[in-house]
Every structure is written in structure tokens, then in C-alpha cells.
């Protein structure tokens, strides 16, 4: 029998949350009233959008990231809605574009000058009416550019193209009517090329967002979800609601099949809504209580048993709603891989709350950095509405990086529609490109052992003086010889496939 640990070990074991001081926060917003359970913010990394209270009328403040400490009472706003603002996105590939969603029934696309908001934005850029009744939630696609995905209380989802750059859209490119009460929340996989939705009548769906079919519906109705949040690179499902005695609840479902959960946890007995936010890059899943200070956070793994709970991070300010940062955004010189933004209303107070791994280097760490989804979009919004679905673009958030580099899974999925022998010599190069990377890395590896005494790198601090110090030491070394043995294993693996792939190479060009 293999032993096994006690607890999950993982390098994000000991994130924890660091609250921004007075100075860094964004102080005197009087954050709307509204019982919507939304976000009421969203970020990125140019300007921050908060819905704020407003007489007759909705509207939102846009302050540029950092305009930090006490807010002008005056602050120009973005204010066009006839009803209360209930949502606010946004687009992923444009820092100055924002969609705004509103009792009113009406979706409002607005453009944001890049010094700034001067003066109030009365104007929007486009209005799109087609919804009946007010509409709660607005979702970006996460790979084609200006497609907008729209939930209002009319039991509908409408699919609007942007592209056509009309000031007033009415006609949609698809309405998506199969749910029969009110749309609680909806979520896209990575390419999205699927949504899955929550409704009020206890029924998680999953949707092909080309054709609007339902491909799965859960019938779990003692689970009565609220938020979902599709966790694509693991290829399933996570819904937080409560569970049929009221105690707040999450569950894990695979995508193929949610008839039946993978794995429910109950929380406790509170009544606050739970906020559910994954980062895919590194498996994390963080929980925020609606009226609580308090941020749980979890590590995902596709064996059982999938939930592993690192930590929490307790504050006494309790959240109205939540904003995110997008990757990119991140200070990765200070090891942070993830950034919250508070509204904390009794104080109407904005509080950033960075997730940082502890780490005494201050240089670039690409373990907990891998490559991300940039701002740049995979494909147009008339390839989507062709039937393409692509992977994100990804990029590297070191410093420096060319990031055009780094379109590895359109790449791979293109490569394959080529022809077999211009494939063949694609093959052939990659090789020799990797075998030149992999004699470059030990060249770098066998300077760097000039600077190793007894095992312990000088370059990364003193030598340890205490016992505890020393067994910290050894631990984190005994560690790091199991993951080199792993790495080692894998390697020695791909150097014999990548042998026999240009033997394959050679033989084939022979032929040709």
C-alpha cells in the first residue's frame, strides 16, 4: 500500500491575504443599495467600475486604477440607465470598452476615454434592446471579440454581435430560451464553446453556446445553487448554493454527467451568498460570503478527492461585492497571484485584498506564474458565429516577455489542418528546437552549481543558524529532489519520442 500524506501538498499551502493599507484603498464611494446578488465592480488593469447609489437613475463610477485614497464627492460618472445599474463587465480585449446591464431592460456598451472620465458619460456607444424585463447578468465571451451574452428576468439569454459597430442593436444573433425561471448566474468554459447556468428553479444547465441545446441538466434538486462557475481545464462544474436544510453548500460536478455530484461540502449555517472565483493557472478556488469579511480558499485536483482547503483569510469588513484582477494585472515581483477588490459598504470603502505566496526572492517565479489568457482575442466574432471554437491566447507575465510568442494551442490546433509532409518537417524543427533548449538549460544548470556548497545555494540567502532553520532546509530539499527525480523521468521520456519522431521524419522524406 502507497503512503500517503496526512495533507495535500502544494506550493499555494501557505497563500495567505494581504489587506491594502488606507492609503492604497478607495475611500468616500457610496456603493449602491441594490439586493441583487451580483459583483457590482469590475477591474482591469487601467481603470477600476463600481455601481454606485443614484437618484433617478443608474449609473457607475470608472476611476483609473490608481486614483487611490479619498474620492472626490463630485467624481464624474458613467450615467445613461433609466433604472439601477445591476451589472457591470469589462471586455477582456479592450481596457477602455465597458457593458453595462440595468433594470431599465436595457444592455448599454460604453467607451471610456484613455486619460480618463472628466465630465459625466451620458451617451453610450451602443444600446441593445431585445429583453423584456431587467436584466441581471452580462458575460464577455472569453475568445471572440465583441460577443456579449446577456441574462435578463425574461427567462432569456441573448447572444448579441457587437461587431457591426451600430449605435442601437434590436435584432440578436440568437435567443436562447430553454430556462423556465429567473437566470441566477452563467459561466463559459475555456474556449467558450459551452455555458452553464444556475436558475431559480434548482437546475444547473450546460449549453452549447453555438446552438443554445441543452447537453446536460442536473436533477439534484436537494442542492439549490446560486453561483456557477465552470472550471474548464478540469473539466468540470462548481455550483455554491445551500443544501436542502439551509446550510450554504458547494458541489462538484463532471461536465459530461451531472446527474450525479462528484463531491459536496458543506460550509455552515450562514445566509449569505457565496461568491465562487477559480484561477485556472493555478487550481485555486477562493469562496466569498455576500456580508461576511471572510475568504476561503481551496486547491482543485482532478483525482478524488478534488477539494483540497489550504486556508482562510479573515477580515472584520464585511463585502457587499467582489471585482477581480485579470492576470495581467498582477504584481508578480511581490509573488501575487491573485487580487481581490472589496466593496465594503458600511464604510463606503473600496479594499484591495492581495493572495500572496510567500516566497524571500524577489525575481520572477515561473512555477507559480505559468502562461495565461491574454488581451488579445483567439478569433473574430464572424469565425464564432461560423462554428469555430479556439483556445484562448495565452501569454507569460514575466517582465520583459514577448508575448506574441506565446500562441501555443492555436498553434497546435492549426498545425494539425496541414498537410502531412509540410507537418512532418514542423515536427522535425520543434525537435531540434527542444533538444537545443534542453542543451542551453544544462549549460545554465552546470553554471549554476559553481554556487552550490553542500547542497545549499549561497546565492538565495545565509546559511541556516538554527535547528528548526536547518530542518526547514532539509525539507524543502528533500522535496525538491523528488520533483527533479519526477522531471528527470519525464524528460528521459520525451528525449526517446522525440527520437523516434525524427527517425519517423527521416524515413518519411526518404519516401516523399
Known sequence: MTWRPPYHSSKFRHVYGKPANKENCYDGISITRSVQDNYFCSVNPKFIAVVTECAGGGAFYVLPISQTGKIDPHQPKVCGHKGNVLDIKWNPF????????????MVKIWEIPKHGITKNITTSKQDLQSHSRRVGIIEWHPTARDILFSAGYDYRIIIWNLSSGESLISNPVRILDCHKDAILSMSFNTNGSQLVTSCKDKRIRVIDSHTGKV??????????????????????????????????????????????????EELDGSLGVLFPFYDPDTHMLYLAGKGEGNIRYYQLTPEKPYLHFLMDFRSSLPQKGMGIMPKRG??????????????????????????????????YQDDIYPLTAGAQAAMTAQEWLNGFNKDPILVSLKPGSNNQQCITKNKSNDLCKLPDFIRRDHVAINAIQQKQEQTNTEKVQEQKRNYISNGY???????????????????????????????????????????????NVRFSSIDY
Open 94 to 105: 479592450d481596457d477602455y470598452v465597458i457593458a453595462s446591464s440595468s433594470e431599465d431592460s
Open 215 to 264: 447537453l446536460q441538466e442536473s436533477n439534484h434538486l436537494a442542492h439549490r445553487a446560486i453561483k456557477v462557475v465552470h472550471l474548464g481545464n478540469l473539466k468540470m462544474i462548481l455550483s455554491a448554493g445551500y443544501s436542502k436544510w439551509n446550510n450554504r453548500q458547494i458541489v462538484l460536478w463532471d461536465q459530461d454527467n451531472i446527474s450525479v455530484p462528484l463531491r459536496e
Open 330 to 363: 498582477l504584481n508578480v515581483t511581490a509573488c501575487e497571484v491573485f487580487r481581490f477588490y472589496k466593496l465594503v459598504t458600511i464604510k463606503g470603502l473600496i479594499e484591495p485584498v492581495s493572495m500572496i505566496v510567500p516566497r524571500r526572492s524577489d525575481s
Open 457 to 503: 545555494d549561497l546565492s538565495e540567502g545565509p546559511p541556516p543558524k538554527t535547528e528548526n532553520e536547518l530542518l526547514q532546509m532539509f525539507y524543502r530539499q528533500q522535496e525538491e529532489i523528488r520533483k527533479l527525480r519526477e522531471t528527470l523521468a519525464q524528460k528521459e521520456v520525451r528525449v526517446k519520442q522525440l527520437e523516434l519522431e525524427i527517425k
